[in-house]
């Protein structure tokens, strides 16, 4: 039967109020939020109250409410809040290589990490390890040691005092320290003190245990010299070179542990390194920020609705450049030259499937992104001119929408169907681990209305065996953003048929051949890291359990525990 609430109509499931409740409603200090419906009215009267018509405040309210339209977390987070820190992310670079910028970074971090939202960092420019360092007679520590601080301070800094740290780290393929790099995250190499045991052992049993960079996700840059040009029927095209030793290296890493990722910046782009902490939006700007909001194509009934809705987004957004909060003058100033948007999708794999469509951008597909893209050129540049502010540099970036997607009960950016049901693990507080069975709310309205078979429906594990679609699905998308997609492609684990040493250089030059219309990738082979979220299950085992908040025991471990020495242990 579907799931209906009394206190909020628009949810599909039990578990989207669950986390609305949990992430969102402002019970304790009277902001009018409590419900999904206040929420919606109160964040439409924070961000646009005297500069919208009030027929645009109602329609845009009703938009928010119907879950056509949803601001990013920290909109929903900070509506009626005093403080209004809107923005999801910070995009920051290493500018020189000097004592004073890898103090400097560490300020900017911690100042941007306490406001809620995440940062992302491009360390290029800073020297390798071991380079002679004149002015004092040492050698330099390279980049890696700084993005270990980084993380250090993100472990510390709960954002915003809510919620965990989201941090990237980049470096340029060319830089002396990429291979080091590459390897940086390799904990199934790692060995914790004299335990006998590596990070990765560890991970499996207790996620919250400290290992090298895992609170950063971390990519490695690519620029138009490492395209290959050819000659196709008298046009002159772009591959990657597949064959590339770090590329190479990159893809087998991938492969084995999810990271590091893929930055991929070419031609006009070239600059445009910087990324937040999910990678969908770009910048060559020091302290530029994420302004983020996604439609939601699985509720938004026509291509003439599609228009209605991403004309206010868009004017909500740009409203947003206006009245949010920023951690230092710098960011201001950025955001005053730029004027970032970010108006993404969500719910696209639910209008397939609603449309009885396999996983690929159909013809009807490419008429509503025109509506979504065309529609964010016009009003973003048109409202802009209105208001007499500076025109947005950019205005599509496609958010990952992890919580919203959960609120909305729909397919998460561009995403497929993760799974029909499945476990999903989520932290309360910093150390409580508790799980729910899910039975996911696209799915069961798919069931339930379009009288679809649980055990036909396609999702990502499904997909897992075909990369090649994945790939070829972003990159039609990619044609109509101007930022980046934040989309992750699910792979069989390490070492399975389907992924292996075998597969490397076919996967390889498969992504090459896409990379030049990407501006990212990343993968997930199964099982790679620990604390995975989200674990498959039969739909009969995840209906039977629907509603039922269970507490996970975790082992925690402390390095003293474990060995008997070092640290605080005084052996």
């Known amino acids: 039967m579907t799931f209906k609430s009394n206190t909020n109509p628009m949810f599909r499931s039990a578990f989207s109020e669950d986390i609305f409740n949990h992430k969102y409603a402002h019970k304790a200090d009277f902001s009018g939020a409590e419900t999904w419906d206040d929420l919606a009215a109160t964040l439409v009267i924070d961000v646009c109250a005297g500069f919208l018509t009030p027929h645009e405040m109602i329609a845009l309210y009703e938009f928010i409410r119907d879950l056509k339209f949803i601001p990013g977390g920290r909109y929903l987070y900070y509506a009626g809040r005093p403080n209004k820190f809107f923005n999801n992310c910070y995009l920051l670079r290493s500018e020189e290589d000097t004592r004073e910028d890898w103090a400097n970074l560490s300020w900017k971090a911690e100042s941007a990490l306490m406001t809620g939202g995440g940062i992302g960092n491009d360390y290029s420019r800073y020297r390798a390890e071991g380079t002679p360092i004149a002015r004092t007679g040492g050698k330099a520590s390279g980049p890696i040691p700084k993005m270990q601080m980084i993380n250090e301070i993100g472990r510390r800094v709960m954002q915003g005092g809510s919620r965990r740290s989201a941090i990237y780290a980049s470096l340029d393929r060319t830089h002396p320290d990429v291979f080091k790099f590459l390897a940086a995250k390799n904990w199934h190499e790692q060995p914790v003190g004299t335990t006998g045991l590596t990070y990765w052992d560890i991970k499996q049993q207790d996620f919250n245990f400290p290992a090298p960079l895992d609170m950063t996700n971390i990519s490695v840059n690519y620029k138009t010299d490492w395209l290959v040009p050819y000659n196709d029927l008298g046009e002159l095209k772009y591959v990657g070179d597949a064959a590339d030793p770090v590329f190479r290296q990159n893809v087998l890493q991938a492969l084995q542990t999810g990271e590091p990722g893929f930055s991929f910046n070419f031609f006009e782009k070239e600059n445009e390194t910087l990324r937040n902490a999910c990678t969908e939006v770009t910048s060559e700007d020091d302290s530029d920020v994420c302004n983020l909001g996604s439609l939601n194509l699985g509720r938004i009934q026509s291509k003439e609705e599609l228009a209605q809705v991403t004309e206010l987004a868009a004017k909500f957004l740009l409203l947003g450049t206006l009245k949010a909060q920023l951690p230092y003058e710098k960011v201001y100033r950025v955001r005053e030259k730029n004027r970032r948007l970010g108006l993404g999708i969500m719910g696209v794999h639910e209008w397939l499937l609603k449309r009885g469509y396999r996983y690929e951008v159909t013809p009807e597909l490419h008429e509503w992104l025109t509506v979504w893209k065309t529609g964010t050129d016009y009003h973003g540049d048109k409202f802009a001119d209105e208001l007499g502010i500076?025109?947005?540099?950019?205005?599509?970036?496609?958010?990952?929408?992890?919580?919203?997607?959960?609120?909305?009960?729909?397919?998460?950016?561009?995403?497929?169907?993760?799974?029909?049901?499945?476990?999903?693990?989520?932290?309360?507080?910093?150390?409580?681990?508790?799980?729910?069975?899910?039975?996911?709310?696209?799915?069961?309205?798919?069931?339930?209305?379009?009288?679809?078979?649980?055990?036909?429906?396609?999702?990502?594990?499904?997909?897992?065996?075909?990369?090649?679609?994945?790939?070829?699905?972003?990159?039609?998308?990619?044609?109509?953003?101007?930022?980046?997609?934040?989309?992750?492609?699910?792979?069989?684990?390490?070492?399975?048929?389907?992924?292996?040493?075998?597969?490397?250089?076919?996967?390889?030059?498969?992504?090459?051949?896409?990379?030049?219309?990407?501006?990212?990738?990343?993968?997930?082979?199964?099982?790679?890291?620990?604390?995975?979220?989200?674990?498959?299950?039969?739909?009969?085992?995840?209906?039977?359990?629907?509603?039922?908040?269970?507490?996970?025991?975790?082992?925690?471990?402390?390095?003293?525990?474990?060995?008997?020495?070092?640290?605080?242990?005084?052996?």
Not at 448 to 458: A, F, H, K
């Open 390 to 571: 500076s025109r947005p540099v950019a205005k599509r970036a496609i958010a990952p929408t992890g919580s919203i997607g959960i609120l909305a009960g729909t397919t998460t950016g561009i995403e497929p169907l993760f799974a029909v049901a499945y476990k999903r693990r989520y932290l309360k507080g910093q150390n409580d681990w508790h799980y729910q069975y899910v039975v996911d709310g696209t799915a069961q309205e798919l069931i339930e209305v379009y009288g679809l078979d649980p055990e036909s429906i396609e999702t990502a594990a499904d997909l897992a065996l075909d990369p090649e679609r994945r790939i070829r699905f972003q990159a039609d998308v990619q044609d109509y953003v101007d930022q980046s997609i934040s989309s992750t492609i699910n792979l069989p684990a390490w070492g399975s048929a389907g992924n292996n040493p075998d597969t490397v250089d076919g996967f390889a030059r498969t992504l090459a051949q896409y990379a030049p219309r990407l501006r990212g990738f990343t993968c997930y082979p199964d099982g790679s890291r620990g604390g995975q979220p989200l674990t498959h299950v039969p739909y009969s085992e995840a209906k039977a359990q629907l509603g039922v908040e269970f507490s996970e025991a975790v082992q925690t471990h402390d390095i003293c525990d474990i060995s008997g020495k070092g640290g605080s242990c005084g052996v």
